[in-house]
Structure formats: C-alpha cells, structure tokens
C-alpha cells in the first residue's frame, strides 16, 4: 500500500476517534448541566408551594385577628 494511503488512514482515523470523543464529553457535559438546572427547579418550586400555603396560613390568621377584634 502506498505511504500516502497508509497516513491519510491513520488520518482519518484519528480524527473520527478526536470527533467521537468529542461528542461524548459534550454529552455527559450536557447531561449533567440539565441535572443541575432540574435541581434548581425543583427547589423552586419547592419555595413556590411552602409560599402558596404560607399565604393561605395567613388569610386565616387575619381572619382570626379580625375575628377576635370584632
């Protein structure tokens, strides 16, 4: 086989190898980004259904308030 074919091979080769490990790191990066942004959201959400029940506690807080002032 000629050099030329033999060095364009081990070429390409290499920049299929270069290009898959590329594509897999970019991957897993991406995939643990979106695992951190799913963490973020859902602690979110959190504070936003503890917010929605504290605001309902203290309806009927005032209530009583009124209640006992009337």
Same mark, same amino acid.
């Given at each position: 086989?000629?050099?030329?074919?033999?060095?364009?091979?081990?070429?390409?080769?290499?920049?299929? %190898?270069?290009?898959?490990?590329?594509?897999?790191?970019?991957? &897993? +990066?991406?995939?643990?980004?979106? !695992?951190? $942004?799913?963490?973020?959201?859902?602690?979110?959400?959190?504070? %936003?259904?503890?917010?929605?029940?504290?605001?309902?506690?203290? &309806? +009927?807080?005032?209530?009583?308030? !009124?209640? $006992?002032?009337?």
């Amino acid at each position: 086989m000629p050099e030329g074919i033999v060095i364009a091979l081990i070429t390409l080769g290499g920049s299929g %190898i270069g290009s898959l490990c590329g594509i897999i790191i970019s991957s &897993k +990066l991406t995939t643990y980004r979106l !695992e951190q $942004l799913e963490k973020k959201v859902d602690k979110h959400n959190t504070i %936003i259904e503890r917010t929605f029940v504290l605001e309902g506690d203290m &309806k +009927l807080v005032k209530q009583e308030i !009124e209640d $006992l002032k009337g």
